[in-house]
């Protein structure tokens, strides 16, 4: 049962443009949510993440936003650069003290 | 520099010829995972350790086996490898406490003919 989806494999958008990538859980016990971000033949690196105690949550370019209610979260890149294009990987972690991953996004910014 | 290594980074290999995936960290933390990643199924763990000699099954631990005897290195062993763990592995350590901002080494993309 896959706890985390992200609904979308692929998103392109254009140079200066917003990118909107969404994410979806299911456990409700959920109480920390995370972006890492993905380039070919590199690791995830971390983005930006987002307590359940807040619904948003803004680092320069990069906005997280959680609404709890939904269970639902969306990551906003404004604007978008040709070096955003990566797959991007939405997490989440509850009580378990564990990272669970969603299947991952990819992000094409063309100039 | 604060690093995960993994070492091969490429291995092409044969169903059951034992392999062993080494990771490394630098940056003293207690805790390490390796993941697998697939496609349309995301990044999946397979085992994590929270502290030397402490390890525990994660989500997909069949044909894996795991070992932690120092704090830096945590390799993953595959006794009898198959086709079917074919796939792109990634350690990944981060501090007790902090169980959320994971480092990632570069991933171990294996092949099992």
């Known amino acids: 049962d896959q706890q985390v989806k992200q609904n979308s494999p692929s998103l392109s958008v254009q140079e200066g443009r917003i990118s909107i990538l969404n994410c979806d859980y299911t456990?409700?016990?959920?109480?920390?949510f995370l972006w890492y971000k993905k380039y070919p033949a590199e690791g995830p690196t971390f983005l930006i993440s987002?307590?359940?105690?807040?619904d948003k949550n803004e680092d320069g370019r990069f906005t997280v936003f959680l609404n709890k209610s939904a269970k639902h979260l969306s990551l906003h890149i404004v604007p978008s650069q040709p070096g955003d294009s990566a797959v991007y990987f939405c997490?989440?972690?509850?009580?378990?003290?564990?990272?669970?991953f969603g299947t991952g996004t990819r992000l094409q910014v063309f100039p | 520099e604060a690093q995960v290594t993994q070492n091969p980074r490429y291995l092409i290999t044969v169903t059951g010829k034992k392999l062993t995936v080494t990771c490394s960290q630098n940056?003293?933390?207690?805790?390490m995972s390796w993941y697998r990643q697939d496609p349309g199924l995301g990044l999946r763990q397979i085992y994590y350790?929270?502290?030397?000699?402490?390890?525990d099954k994660g989500d997909v631990p069949e044909g894996y086996k795991v070992s932690r005897k120092e704090k830096r290195n945590f390799p993953l062993i595959l006794e009898s490898p198959s086709p079917n763990q074919t796939s792109l592995y990634f350690c990944?350590?981060?501090?007790?406490?902090?169980?959320?901002?994971?480092?990632f080494g570069p991933g171990t993309r294996l092949t099992v003919t």
């Open positions: 990944a350590s981060r501090l007790a406490g902090e169980p959320y901002e994971q480092y």
């Open positions: 456990n409700s016990m959920f109480d920390y």
């Open positions: 987002i307590s359940s105690i807040k």
């Open positions: 997490a989440a972690s509850g009580n378990t003290d564990k990272l669970i």
């Open positions: 940056m003293n933390h207690e805790y």
């Open positions: 350790s929270m502290n030397v000699e402490v390890t």
